[in-house]
């Protein structure tokens, strides 16, 4: 199990690259185990979540795809 500098290294890490299939499951290994870890990143992925929105905020100037489709009532002959 990787120590808590390890931890925190793949949890920064992780803001830049995805990380490998062993780091992930240590790092959640770590985790489950380690509160203040948790913690860190808690705090992490609520930052990666605001990059996230503020991405998909910059997209927002598409058109919008339009009215939804108006869902018809129900058919008379559905039978
Ligand atoms: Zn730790």
Redesign the pocket.
Known sequence: M???LE??RLLSRALDEPLGLLDQALLRV??S??????E?QRQLGTLGELTRSAIEADDADDPPAGPPAPTRPTSPDAS
């Open positions: 990787p120590s808590c931890a925190s770590h985790l185990m380690c509160g203040r870890c948790a860190v």
